[in-house]
């Protein structure tokens, strides 16, 4: 789908905001037009301190005025069903067969264990379980599908809320090129939010929801989140949204669908970021949440020690006080000391119910020691140190701090917030913590050939093309420290040099058939570990319906083994390599992991192609050389109308 905002995007630099992306200056005397007021990210703080009650003013001035204007009803954030959308301030965005949470050699989910590997992030609130992108498109199976056919996701949703964790959906409102379902969208994603026992649905490029969408959801129970900036019309009905591509002023700025529904939960992220602590700062003075997106599509994009440590103060301090974050007198750009402003730290206070909080960032590269408030009265603590405090403070460079002042009886969950505080060590470390996908090496080939193409051994230089989607290639991040990849370096078509090692093998001449699957399942009884979606054929065409594992079981009773991708594409530079209609994928014997991801790489194309949108995977036939990176789900999901397999023996 293309944004209209997102046109003539030839000549944008990737390495810096948008306009879109920009804050947005509010005229601190006279009003800001409404088609740039209601759809704004950031309002702007100025730069001099002086002009910031001013500014604090014309906030409240817009908001009343926009309020008014709008005729605002905030009756759905009363709702005591959904009330705990004010306190979802982490939400982890995880693919859902991610290494962590599907144990694929056991074939099983695994959430007690996903939280265990994660709970370095201080827990979440949320999951959004992501499901059909970027895989979607191999054949004609829609976004419903990829849920509706993985075996026991119901009870998986129901172990994350057993947690207190919410659990969300995702729609795409551009899948429009696959099977078409039984209904509407609208009604199709709440019935599927029924089946599944879900919480909410996380909109994927889309900013709200039509009537249709929201009606239907909002009476299966549900809430609806959209992508980046909710207009002001729709905040009452959409009581989430998360934040992507938001820059904020030099100065702390004020989210603008924040302020103007202080009930509205936002998560702020930028998915290819390496440091993170904008994000952090932006969300902690808004008394906003953060999405927690470590793994985009197959790419491991993880947080430093820093970031992590960060996020556990800013939740710690979140969830003990969220009706102050919720419903106290929001006062953004108050109290800081000249010292504190002078060192780059900036405050925001809640106050309600003889309770002030002062929320803290430092913008700064070095740790600011000493009194960075300058307000008196009540007993105060240190939320960051877990202590009493005279008013002198860390704020960790780059990091945050909060500050509590209580007049009268302590809180009840103060004791165990500042107990938690003492004992969190936190971390300092902003080296990126890689990982490496690594090639899981194939069983060895020990029969003898049948037809086949004879590959010779040694070093070859070859060319992989392939188009660049977010998944990447083999290794890396493809948008580092990006913006928002848009065309042309989104979907463009791409080529790598690669110097690779080849054994001598013979690769079969054409592709495994229906009627040789039959045979080897006649021979051995074999049954998958997992036999959903496995419907092999007993034709003479290629035989597909087949996992890669399945793959690989008849390829060890053949004596052979599945062929690299490498050495697929040499041998198919053969006259003598064949392809059997209908044309279809092959699986090869290219599978990687990084420990969270597992991916394998395709060859040689489909006669199926799913049209319509960019984000579908790659379909057609293809030439040799290019390679499709395919996320390999679990529990037979892998198994596709549209990929066979050959077989490879090692010449001895």
């Not at 947005?24 to 740039?36: E, K, V």
């Not at 209601?38 to 009650?53: C, E, G, H, T, Y």
Request: charged share 25%; proline share 6%; net charge negative.
């Amino acid at each position: 789908m293309t944004d209209p905002d997102e046109a003539n995007t030839n000549n944008v630099d990737p390495l810096v905001p948008r306009a879109i992306d920009l804050p947005t200056t509010l005229p601190l005397d006279g009003s800001l037009d409404p088609a740039a007021g209601d759809v704004a990210k950031v309002f702007a703080a100025p730069d001099d301190p002086a002009d910031w009650p001013a500014w604090r003013a014309a906030l409240a001035r817009w908001r009343t005025e926009a309020r008014t204007r709008l005729d605002y009803d905030g009756s759905l954030y009363d709702r005591p069903e959904t009330a705990w959308t004010r306190s979802c301030y982490s939400v982890a965005l995880v693919w859902l067969w991610d290494e962590r949470l599907f144990d694929r050699t056991l074939g099983r989910f695994d959430v007690a264990g996903f939280l265990e590997r994660t709970e370095d992030h201080g827990g979440f609130d949320g999951v959004v379980l992501w499901h059909a992108y970027p895989v979607i498109g191999i054949d004609d199976r829609n976004q419903f599908d990829f849920y509706r056919e993985v075996p026991g996701l119901r009870e998986v949703v129901g172990e994350f809320q057993a947690r207190g964790i919410r659990v969300f959906l995702n729609y795409n409102p551009w899948d429009t090129g696959t099977r078409r379902p039984a209904h509407d969208d609208a009604t199709e994603l709440a019935l599927l939010a029924g089946e599944l026992g879900a919480d909410g649905m996380f909109l994927d490029t889309m900013k709200e929801g039509d009537a249709r969408l929201v009606s239907a959801l909002l009476d299966a129970g549900q809430v609806l989140e959209g992508e980046s900036r909710v207009p002001n019309q729709r905040i009452p009905d959409h009581q989430l949204s998360w934040a992507q591509w938001f820059a904020d002023s030099a100065v702390p700025g004020v989210m603008r669908a924040r302020w103007y529904e202080q009930r509205h939960m936002t998560h702020s992220t930028r998915r290819w970021n390496r440091d993170h602590s904008d994000e952090l700062q932006s969300a902690f003075l808004n008394g906003a949440g953060m999405l927690v997106w470590d793994t985009v599509f197959g790419v491991w994009v993880g947080w430093n020690e820093r970031d992590r440590a960060t996020l556990r103060r800013m939740l710690r301090v979140q969830r003990a006080c969220t009706d102050l974050f919720a419903f106290g007198a929001w006062e953004p750009l108050v109290d800081a000391s000249p010292d504190a402003l002078a060192a780059g730290v900036y405050a925001s206070r809640f106050d309600g119910d003889g309770l002030r909080l002062w929320t803290l960032v430092n913008r700064g590269d070095t740790d600011f020691t000493g009194e960075p408030l300058t307000a008196t009265g009540g007993t105060w603590f240190d939320l960051t140190a877990g202590a009493r405090t005279d008013g002198r403070i860390t704020v960790p460079a780059r990091g945050v701090a909060a500050v509590l002042a209580v007049d009268g009886a302590e809180p009840d969950w103060l004791p165990g917030l500042l107990a938690a505080a003492a004992r969190d060590d936190g971390g300092t470390g902003t080296g990126f913590p890689a990982r490496w996908a690594s090639r899981v090496e194939p069983s060895r080939a020990t029969g003898s050939a049948g037809a086949a193409v004879r590959v010779a051994g040694g070093r070859r230089e070859l060319t992989m093309t392939y188009r660049r989607r977010e998944t990447g290639s083999y290794q890396g991040a493809p948008y580092v420290e990006e913006w928002k990849p848009l065309p042309p370096r989104l979907h463009d078509p791409r080529e790598e040099r690669l110097t690779v090692d080849l054994a001598e093998v013979a690769v079969a001449v054409t592709e495994v058939t229906g009627a040789q699957f039959a045979e080897f399942l006649a021979a051995t009884g074999y049954e998958p570990l997992c036999g959903n979606r496995f419907r092999p054929g007993s034709d003479d065409g290629p035989v597909t319906m087949v996992g890669l594992d399945d793959a690989r079981a008849y390829a060890a009773w053949a004596g052979a083994r599945l062929p690299t991708e490498f050495e697929w594409q040499v041998a198919a530079g053969s006259p003598e390599f064949r392809r059997a209609t209908p044309l279809v994928w092959n699986w090869t014997e290219s599978e990687h992991t990084d420990g969270v991801t597992r991916f394998v790489m395709l060859k040689g194309g489909s006669d199926h192609e799913s049209t319509g949108s960019d984000w579908y995977v790659d379909g057609g036939p293809r030439e040799p050389s290019f390679s499709l990176k395919f996320l390999l789900p679990g529990l037979g999901l892998d198994r596709s109308p549209n990929i066979g397999f050959r077989l490879a023996w090692e010449v001895r």
